[in-house]
């Protein structure tokens, strides 16, 4: 499996940027797809995640209402539109997936990294004041 983040870069706030997550080496229709991020001298934290089948999203509080999460079935990819960026959005992000188990019913519990097999190497974005 490989997933390939990009559209990061640099944008003042309030601008937009839309990420893609290109998902190639197997069918992704039993999994959760989700973007991460993580800023200097910060952990990893959950941005948002789709449920490749049916859709379904969630977001963290923080981008909530600003941030789309959402995917492409016929080229396999998923997309983080950004909208309304703020300074504090600067971070790396990366895309995942993780596999639905059946102990994890919850579509919260996918807000944990650690449910998560396969990541991309990342994309910077940086929102300037």
């Known amino acids: 499996v490989q997933l390939q983040a990009f559209g990061g870069g640099l944008v003042q706030a309030g601008g937009s940027l839309r990420l893609s997550c290109a998902a190639s080496g197997r069918t992704f229709s039993s999994y959760y797809l989700g973007w991460f991020r993580q800023a200097p001298g910060k952990e990893r934290e959950f941005v948002a995640a789709?449920?490749?089948?049916?859709?379904?999203?969630f977001y963290a509080d923080s981008v909530k209402g600003r941030f789309t999460i959402s995917r492409d079935n016929a080229k396999n990819t998923m997309y983080l539109q950004m909208n309304s960026l703020k300074p504090e959005d600067t971070a790396v992000y990366y895309c995942?997936?993780?596999?639905?188990?059946?102990?994890?019913?919850?579509?919260?519990?996918?807000?944990?990294?650690?449910?998560?097999?396969?990541w991309g190497q990342g994309t910077l974005v940086t929102v300037s004041s």
């Open positions: 995942a997936a993780a596999p639905i188990r059946s102990i994890y019913t919850h579509y919260s519990d996918y807000r944990s990294m650690d449910l998560y097999n396969y």
């Open positions: 789709i449920r490749w089948s049916g859709g379904s999203t």
